[in-house]
């Protein structure tokens, strides 16, 4: 179970990392942040990402890699932190799954 300052922490990186992608993402795709994780130590933290059109969603994950560094840059810049975590940006699963089953049963 997470502590409340993990938990202060995870919520602070969704929402940062949510600005940062909005900002940066282009009009192909929209990247939408639907989570994070800290690790206790807050050294690693993971941000989960979902993306419409799903069509999109591996070079939307590409793209959320690729600027990696730049989240980090951009995580420095607008909050102070004494430990920036290294970040790893990863598909959304459970929400995938989530809008399948929405999907099937508007269907059935």
């Not at 942040?33 to 690790?39: K, M």
């Not at 932190?81 to 809008?99: A, H, I, N, W, Y």
Request: hydrophobic letters at 35%; zero cysteines; charged letters at 35%.
């Amino acid at each position: 179970m997470a502590t409340p300052r993990q938990e202060k922490m995870r919520e602070f990186l969704r929402e940062i990392a949510a600005r940062f992608f909005q900002r940066e993402a282009g009009t192909r795709s929209l990247i939408t942040v639907t989570d994070a994780t800290i690790s206790p130590d807050f050294k690693r933290a993971t941000i989960y990402i979902t993306t419409i059109p799903t069509s999109e969603e591996e070079r939307a994950l590409d793209f959320a890699k690729r600027k990696r560094t730049e989240l980090r840059e951009y995580i420095a810049e607008h909050a102070k932190l004494r430990t920036l975590p290294v970040f790893e940006v990863k598909l959304d699963m459970g929400e995938r799954s989530r809008q399948r089953i929405d999907d099937l049963l508007q269907e059935g």
